[in-house]
């Protein structure tokens, strides 16, 4: 076996054994068949919210299984093809083999990261909301990229997209937007994207041609399910209903369908405009801020030294967590972990894996090095 298969196949062999020892692997196992057994019990689903709470229990814990199986097979598919190739002196196999092995080592790399979601709220769905910096149009143009950043890479690693509320730029862009990302650990990935975010470019607005820094802030609150208990008081909470704006169904623009909730105690703000009727708007409202609250009160847990990034947060010098410039230099840096990369266009498409995994691993007290150009 060619060297570089055998140091492969090794760190890939580790990966899987590190993977199988942290899902505690005869326990998960059993687990899965009780799962299934519940599941399979037509009983379960008169209590709906019991039901779905076990089916997702059990899609998450098949779904590691069945990934750490599917490497297991992979990978000996992988080496026996490089074998054969070997002696058979099949450069172009043996190439193909090499692909094969370097696409499981990185699967194996982001599964041992999904390991480590290990947060009581991790597996949740997201709300990821989008606010503008002061700067009008250059801050409304960042934050609308920004929002097309994260849409793409939540769609490209299948999760659904739901705009949930969009206050659009007067020009270009957004002020403001909330959306719904749904998907297995959503929550868990995007958590540590919440803070400001700064862009420095030629402003594509300015006849001049001069170089700009905008500044936006993303916030992330995880989507609380029923067996989460929020407490909130509704007189501590006040309501509003407006016109809502932008393309919708019959009802945009004509009645006052949206919703915004004001919970007076901590000035936590959430508005939702796309249902097709104010209760449905007041619903989702409601939810967003069950989620909103409950993200207050993990970062109180875990103390976390982070400001909160929603509507009050100060966007600007002094609060950014990472940097995209694209003048007179092409470099996106994560000022946390010091991961970086010339690829600006790549990130800006939704190639973020680098800067979470990053994250994820610093939060739990890892490093992890640089992003190759």
Request: net charge negative; aromatic share 4%.
């Amino acid at each position: 076996m060619r060297p570089d298969v055998e140091a492969m196949k090794a760190d890939i062999e580790q990966s899987v054994a590190l993977l199988r020892r942290r899902l505690d692997w005869d326990v998960a196992v059993r687990k899965l068949d009780e799962l299934n057994a519940r599941v399979e019990d037509p009983t379960l689903w008169d209590r709906p919210e019991e039901a779905q709470a076990v089916s997702r229990d059990r899609s998450r814990l098949e779904g590691q299984i069945n990934a750490v199986k599917a490497m297991e097979q992979d990978l000996e598919d992988g080496v026996m093809l490089a074998d054969m190739a070997d002696e058979e002196g099949d450069e172009a196999a043996l190439e193909e083999a090499r692909a094969l092995l370097r696409g499981i080592k990185e699967r194996a790399a982001r599964a041992e990261l999904e390991a480590l979601l290990s947060g009581e709220a991790d597996g949740n769905d997201a709300y990821l909301e989008v606010n503008s910096g002061a700067g009008g149009t250059e801050s409304n143009d960042w934050a609308g990229m920004l929002l097309r950043m994260y849409t793409r890479w939540a769609k490209a690693h299948g999760y659904e997209v739901t705009v949930e509320a969009q206050e659009d730029g007067e020009q270009a862009g957004v002020k403001s937007a909330t959306v719904l990302i749904s998907g297995p650990n959503a929550y868990g990935w995007l958590k540590s994207e919440s803070g400001v975010h700064r862009l420095v470019r030629i402003s594509p607005y300015d006849a001049a041609a001069k170089r700009h820094t905008s500044f936006a802030s993303i916030g992330v609150s995880p989507v609380v399910d029923d067996t989460i208990e929020i407490d909130i008081n509704p007189s501590d909470v006040r309501t509003d209903t407006y016109r809502a704006s932008g393309a919708g169904g019959q009802h945009i623009n004509k009645t006052d369908s949206a919703v915004r909730l004001t919970h007076i105690p901590t000035n936590t703000v959430v508005s939702c405009q796309t249902g097709r009727s104010q209760h449905q708007n007041r619903e989702q409202a409601w939810k967003m801020l069950r989620a909103r609250l409950y993200e207050l009160e993990l970062q109180k847990r875990e103390a976390a030294a982070q400001a909160l990034n929603d509507a009050k947060t100060d966007i600007g010098w002094g609060h950014q967590i990472r940097s995209y410039v694209l003048q007179p230099y092409q470099m996106v840096k994560d000022l946390r972990t010091e991961v970086e990369t010339s690829d600006t266009q790549g990130v800006l498409d939704g190639d973020l894996d680098a800067f979470m995994g990053a994250a994820l691993a610093a939060r739990v007290g890892q490093t992890r090095g640089s992003v190759a150009d």
